[in-house]
């Protein structure tokens, strides 16, 4: 009878988050045996408590450690063959420590770092982004350079930032009666649902096709601007809504004149929908580039349409 191949052994740093969590759902899903590194201030939280025993109930073993402790990054990347971060942006460069464990453990076949979103290396805010995207980019060299295998997840907007108001900063809901529209609003921006970006995410820790590549994801029906967007919501609500426009050098004043952090979802909307760093370069294979959504059509993924009808 022919062995079946052992599915590969999977950490996931960053369990007990939104997008964590839906990792490790998918990596148990896939058969993949499935650790988590949950930091001692997290099991002592009552708080985190029903989070704990969720993960430990579908089959994930929980490790003590943390980020800065080297001895429990150790012991936990030697149980595995796949490391997946899915840690905060403004920890990126806590990564640090953990890249040169895994640089010394050349059994690690791949390395998911904490990205999911835009490519750092395809964007240019000058300097507007308090060194959101030149932090993961630092990251990234270090793997690099370090030859640890890799695949970097460029999947766009989660569908919970911005588009739940209709990109309209301060917004809790869409609007309906005026609309505020940014640059001519023509510019493309990819939307994709944070459970999907972590279905497509494990789809790809065990392909040969993704290794030592960056997967863009810009699934059918998510790629919109800002004009898709008030002409699919006003075909849902049955109503015209009057658009206002907001030039591209009245965003930048607003960004200059508001304080970190709150200045963020404005550099988000000048980073997407008026530069356009989601799409405005083709993907090219041979630049590294691979289209998730042309590799995994068996993904079915929540489209901006169906998220909108959730709004209503
Ligand atoms: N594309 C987008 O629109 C978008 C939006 C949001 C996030 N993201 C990306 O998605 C990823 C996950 O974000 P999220 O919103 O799911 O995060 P989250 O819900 O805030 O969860 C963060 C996780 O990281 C853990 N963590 C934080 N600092 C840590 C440390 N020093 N050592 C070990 N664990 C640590 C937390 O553990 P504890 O339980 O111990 O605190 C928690 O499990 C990030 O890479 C982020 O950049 C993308």
Not at 91 to 96: E, F, I
Not at 144 to 155: A, D, G, K, L, R
Not at 228 to 239: A, F, P, Q
């Amino acid at each position: 009878m022919e062995k079946t191949k052992e599915k590969s052994r999977v950490l996931v740093i960053g369990a007990t988050g939104r997008l964590g969590h839906y990792l490790t759902r998918f990596s148990i899903q896939s058969g993949h045996p499935t650790f988590a590194l949950i930091r001692n201030s997290t099991f002592s939280d009552p708080s985190k408590s029903v989070t704990l025993e969720s993960l430990s109930s579908s089959g994930v073993t929980l490790l003590k450690g943390s980020l800065d402790d080297e001895a429990s990054l150790e012991e936990a990347v030697s149980k595995v063959d796949i490391v997946i971060s899915a840690i905060p942006s403004k920890h990126v460069l806590d990564q640090k420590l953990l890249i040169n464990v895994i640089k010394r453990t050349p059994s690690i076949t791949r390395f998911i770092p904490a990205e999911y979103g835009a490519d750092p290396d395809k964007t240019q805010v000058s300097d507007l982004d308090h060194g959101f995207y030149s932090k993961k980019s630092e990251i990234r060299r270090l793997i690099e350079s370090s030859n640890i295998p890799y695949t970097y997840i460029c999947c766009g907007l989660f569908m919970r930032i911005l588009l739940p108001s209709l990109v309209q900063p301060g917004l809790q809901s869409p609007p309906m009666d005026k609309v505020t529209v940014f640059g001519d609003g023509n510019v493309k921006a990819v939307f994709v649902n944070e459970v999907d970006a972590a279905a497509f995410t494990i789809k790809t820790i065990d392909d040969p096709r993704t290794l030592n590549k960056t997967l863009y994801l810009r699934p059918c029906g998510n790629v919109c601007s800002m004009n898709d967007l008030v002409e699919m919501w006003e075909g849902k609500i049955e109503k015209k809504l009057v658009k206002a426009f907001v030039t591209e050098s009245q965003l930048l004043e607003k960004i200059k004149e508001t304080p970190y952090p709150d200045d963020m979802e404005m550099v988000f909307i000048y980073s997407f929908f008026i530069k356009g760093h989601h799409t405005y370069f083709e993907i090219d294979e041979s630049c590294g580039g691979v289209n998730g959504t042309e590799l995994y059509p068996d993904v079915k993924y929540m489209t901006v349409s169906e998220f909108l009808d959730t709004l209503l």
